[in-house]
């Protein structure tokens, strides 16, 4: 099972992180113009996939022998395991409050600039921590 999860938050991340980067391009491309439904549908997947990412980390996390269960402080001194132990999980974690929070605010905001700019400051934000803590060496 712990394979299975793990492959399936590797993959998805290559389908959340290509639906979160379309959120972002298509806000900031139509940024000028009148905000649409399909401007907050756009912005609602790149959340939606996001979200879905942290579940499937959250399991993982809470399953994977490198994940909680691995906190030390031998962990703690060794840079790779310190990444999969604390690093990644706490990052992504406030990368995902900032995208929450940007989508919502952009729900109450009443004016159109006002809406593109918390998606694109919060999800931008998001998007440079994100690519800040994925363990690269080890990413299938």
Do not use: C
């Amino acid at each position: 099972m712990y394979q299975g999860l793990q492959h399936l938050h590797s993959y998805f991340a290559y389908l959340a992180l290509a639906a979160f980067l379309f959120s972002i391009i298509y806000t900031a491309a139509t940024r000028n113009k009148p905000f649409t439904d399909s401007n907050k549908k756009v912005a609602l997947v790149g959340l939606v996939a996001a979200h879905l990412q942290l579940v499937f980390g959250l399991i993982l996390y809470f399953t994977s022998p490198s994940g909680i269960k691995n906190l030390s402080g031998d962990t703690m001194r060794n840079p790779a395991m310190r990444l999969l132990a604390l690093e990644h999980p706490l990052t992504m974690l406030v990368a995902i409050i900032l995208i929450t929070v940007g989508y919502s605010k952009s729900k109450r905001a009443t004016a159109d600039a006002d809406k593109f700019k918390y998606i694109l400051r919060m999800y931008g934000i998001g998007l440079v921590l994100i690519l800040s803590r994925i363990p690269w060496k080890m990413w299938f």
